[in-house]
DNA sequence: GTCTATAGTAAGATAGAC
DNA sequence: GTCTATCTTACTATAGAC
């Protein structure tokens, strides 16, 4: 898996060291939080002294940062661009809409890294404010206004029901929230994941029903 | 507002200051997260020597679980007992029984002390065992199983449309989670919640909607 | 059950040689 | 950009007097 990291600046990051101290950082902040992880313990995964580190990032906090600088282009990745919302309201059905969406978001969590920054994400959520922004804004309010535009394009086409789109957009899309947090546990535990998968589908197809689709 | 505290061994704390330890304890775990906060702060807050602590509990660690044994126990007020469902699905109708559920909860989350808890559990989800499991099975799995049987009962009835009373359970149940961490948040920026009241009225009125029941 | 005192470790970070 | 060495502070926890 090639990866392109960014620092705060927002430039690609090259140096092989940076990386492997960032994704020493995303392993270790994922399974004890950013306090229970010391730069110590970061530096003796990668292999170099501490203040080698400080050669990398000015400080503790800025590894934080940078992860979350990453994130936040990942998140980026997991909707469609606006431009392209028309041509799907318009060649795709409710159902291959909403599936393709969950492939893409499968895809985009099935990556080792996103999951654990998924974690750290959660943990630092209520104290961190680059947390909270990609929480709601990035991820959240995103996709409620992605899934509306399409659901209000897909109804003045009359393929779905005609509903506020918003209420429809919120309404399959919350109950994922609760999936993918257990999704999360699942992997963290090494368990098996196929109930999850299971519980989307069935998802998905209650949602169409609702919606006077039949998938 | 008077509470009982438990220690491990679930008998009631009546010692002042080990209260005050773990209200202190309860503050500072969900600002800054268990590693995040020191017992020196603990004490610090408590106008006591660190050393006066551990006459208390025997470690940092056991502060946590006693929070955790407490928390448990609110968890379980949450939800009416499972011999007057039959009781509230012959009384009831659906919409009265859901808002009646959301009164309930909100009286749980207003509490100050249970909505610093549930920060401390998101912090420590994917690391502390017992929240793992009270979130699981205290909270998720619990609503889920006692949602189901009222459904159950309802549809028995003719009160609700026929349908898989679990996945009725799940789709009511699940789009409340991302409300709930919502309203957390919003809580504590100190912001106004009343967007979170009116979203989960909407959501009640989509649902009781999809149920055949007009509110 | 509180205190003082202290042990022993670990934390984040810097200086300066190479 | 890595190292050794070090600083300073903070951490959890215990011993023992009152």
């Given at each position: 898996m090639?990866?392109?990291?960014?620092?705060?600046?927002?430039?690609?990051?090259?140096?092989?060291?940076?990386?492997k101290i960032l994704e020493a950082a995303i392993e270790l902040f994922s399974k004890r939080g950013f306090s229970g992880a010391s730069v110590r313990d970061i530096t003796n995964e990668v292999g170099i002294k501490e203040?080698?580190?400080?050669?990398?990032?000015?400080?503790?906090?800025?590894?934080?940062?940078?992860?979350?600088?990453?994130?936040?282009?990942?998140?980026?990745?997991?909707?469609?661009?606006?431009?392209?919302?028309?041509?799907?309201?318009?060649?795709?059905?409710?159902?291959?809409?909403?599936?393709?969406?969950?492939?893409?978001?499968?895809?985009h969590l099935d990556d080792e890294i996103n999951q654990k920054i998924w974690r750290i994400m959660y943990i630092e959520l209520f104290r961190h404010p680059m947390a909270k922004d990609i929480y709601r804004n990035g991820i959240v309010k995103r996709t409620v206004d992605c899934l509306e535009v399409v659901f209000a394009k897909m109804i003045e086409r009359g393929k779905m029901v005609t509903r506020d789109p918003k209420r429809l957009a919120i309404e399959y899309q919350y109950p994922l929230y609760p999936i993918i947090v257990e999704y999360n546990l699942l992997m963290s535990e090494g368990k098996s994941t196929e109930e999850i998968d299971a519980q989307v589908i069935e998802h998905i197809r209650y949602f169409a029903d609702q919606c006077g689709v039949t998938s």
């Open positions: 090639e990866r392109t990291y960014i620092d705060l600046a927002s430039n690609p990051i090259a140096s092989p060291t940076k990386i203040s080698s580190l400080y050669k990398h990032f000015k400080n503790k906090d800025e590894i934080l940062e940078t992860i979350f600088a990453f994130f936040r282009k990942e998140a980026d990745k997991i909707l469609p661009p606006m431009e392209h919302l028309d041509f799907i309201a318009e060649k795709m059905n409710l159902v291959e809409f909403l599936e393709r969406g969950m492939q893409n978001f499968k895809r």
